[in-house]
């Protein structure tokens, strides 16, 4: 029995959105592991992940079921092509959480190094844009999505700075090699998690807009603009 | 004037070898730039990654171009879709290429710490997998790309020894800290390529089998099989 494209939409949303949400769950646990140094809690990563996972593949297929049965055009045309590499990217989010609680086991089974916090600020920057960028998904808020990939280059500085820190404790004392080298992977991947929410952010304006962003496409020719009348050009 | 669908189907998928040779020569030009010390080749790579860029743009609007144009079914439709994912890999393919880049720049102004060997050999491991998982795709040749997901191992194997060797550099003389940070966040981002190149043999045996390998899916339920004619289910 064939559902109405509307109701699909609609669903094709809400399981973005419930991946969106897991994959912000994810990060905060495994930071939240590390921070504890709580092996137990760190292990439970590993599982949400492969839900995450799953979740990935119910979408790409229902895009492809979208595309297939319903044929759509323009403004839902660009929304479904933007799901498949939205969820693309909130997969990639899943995995820099299982390698933070990775970073988390080996820490917790050693000394601690200092109390943290510029890594929960960091993954409160990283999980917030990612948040900020679902949101404007949902609302096709294009205005939102592109103040958030100024937001990207403020997480970049807290993680160069952490990264000097952290260099610096090293040299100082060779004993604490092995732990600072983890928090410096833990920082990069909080990083990675903030260019994974900007890649959506991209995406949303793409979908808003039908204006190709990614890239600084529009420092080099003042905007890429996609008209709908004209997908078929050589 | 409406150019034969199948013209171009095989228009996209020269973009897309065009755009994985480029991917994979990033990739080689920025170890040499490590290797040889050679400033002046880490920074063409900041080019040719702006080159790489452009190419998933052009690409991404071709996928959307065919999709509202031919509205394509089945294997067509699932290659479309793949090609949407597999530039978007590739793209992240020449963001490492440019992270390697910027170690080359940073290390060159510095001391050698040891000739590289094993970045080499990882480089070599990683972007042949690429230049495999390419092929694969234009073959649609699913037997190669599952063999594939096995050579991602190697790499990670690599990475791990050469991140004990590394961490034992810094330990014994710290000195060399630095440095040898650089050369683990390399190897960090060639295991990366391989995962990359790894996504695009998963869409491979996806085109060519509608057989979804991702994330072991087959281990938990004895294969996903998408069936064409069931794509519409609720």
Redesign the interface.
Known sequence: ???HFDQELEDLKGQLLLMGGRSEAIVQKSVEALRRRDAALAREVFDDD?AI??L??AI??R???L???H?P??GD??FI?AA??IS?DLERVGDHGVNIAGSALRLAALPELKPLVDIPRMTQMASGMLRDALDAFVRRDAATARRLCRRDDEVDDVNRQLFREL?SY??ED?AT??RA?EL??VA?NLERVADLATNIAEEVVFIAEAR?I??H?EDEASG?T?DDDD????
Chains 1, 2 share one sequence.
């Open positions: 029995m064939e559902r492969k996972d799953r990935e593949i790409d297929e895009c492809v079921g595309l297939a049965l044929q055009l323009a045309l660009r092509t498949l590499k693309n260099v090293m040299i060779p090699i092995t080298m410096i992977l990069r190709i990614k890239h496409a890429v996609v997908f078929g050009r050589a």
